[in-house]
């Protein structure tokens, strides 16, 4: 069974770097096609695809917020750490993590985290 | 960047409707469409991938089709657990774009 669970800040105040960490079970980045990526959702607002790593290392981002993110993973832990710099007002959301299956959709997703930007 | 339109925003229907949403793209996507259903304050659910494709357990009321760059998403009578937003995703390329959501609401 695959589960994924978010976990990090929940308030970061505007300049800062947000650091994100997904940590998964029941499927390991060592099998080829694994991948995990981020997708956030403001409140009340869609959903926003934000990165995506490869069990490769291949690492895709989104291009509205390429110059701001960071992904990465840790195999033996199981983890995958995304970074958001520069928060801004802007970016308080849900922070999802979700694994990539064979087919390329994200079909299991964590339970999401709630990260507000405020001084 | 690709671009994912849904139509409309908000559907109202009741219980045994069919109902039908829109999905268009800025450019052909071929069948890299998915579509997830979300309800208020859950992560969403993958309905169906490759334009068509059932995910497992996904109930045979909910179907989908369309190419290139227009795609529906149909549920052939809508029961009470239907009642949520729903988005599609072009997973072509390098890129995931999510569309902006069609809310469907209790008649």
């Known amino acids: 069974q695959i589960t994924l669970k978010e976990s990090g800040p929940t308030l970061v105040k505007p300049t800062q770097t947000l650091t994100l960490t997904c940590t998964f079970s029941?499927?390991?980045?060592?099998?080829?096609?694994?991948?995990v990526g981020w997708i956030r959702q403001p409140p009340g607002k869609a959903l926003d695809w934000l990165a995506l790593?490869?069990?490769?290392?291949?690492?895709w981002y989104s291009p509205s917020l390429k110059s701001r993110l960071t992904i990465t993973k840790d195999t033996s832990k199981n983890q995958v750490v995304l970074t958001l710099t520069n928060m801004d007002p802007e970016d308080t959301a849900t922070y999802y993590c979700a694994h990539l299956d064979a087919q390329g959709t994200f079909d299991i997703w964590g339970q999401g985290t709630m990260v507000t930007v405020s001084s | 960047d690709i671009q994912m339109t849904q139509s409309p925003s908000t559907l109202a229907a009741s219980v045994g409707d069919r109902v039908t949403i829109t999905c268009r793209a800025s450019?052909?996507?071929?069948?890299?469409l998915a579509w997830y259903q979300q309800k208020p304050g859950k992560a969403p659910k993958l309905l169906i991938y490759?334009?068509?494709s059932l995910e497992t357990g996904v109930p045979s009321r909910f179907s989908g089709s369309g190419s290139g760059t227009e795609f529906t998403l149909t549920i052939s009578s809508l029961q009470p657990d239907d009642f949520a937003t729903y988005y599609c995703q072009q997973y072509g390329g390098y890129s995931k774009t999510f569309g902006q959501g069609t809310k469907v609401e209790v008649k």
């Open positions: 490759r334009v068509s």
């Open positions: 450019q052909s996507i071929d069948a890299w």
């Open positions: 029941g499927f390991s980045f060592s099998a080829s096609g694994v991948g």
């Open positions: 790593i490869h069990w490769d290392d291949d690492k």
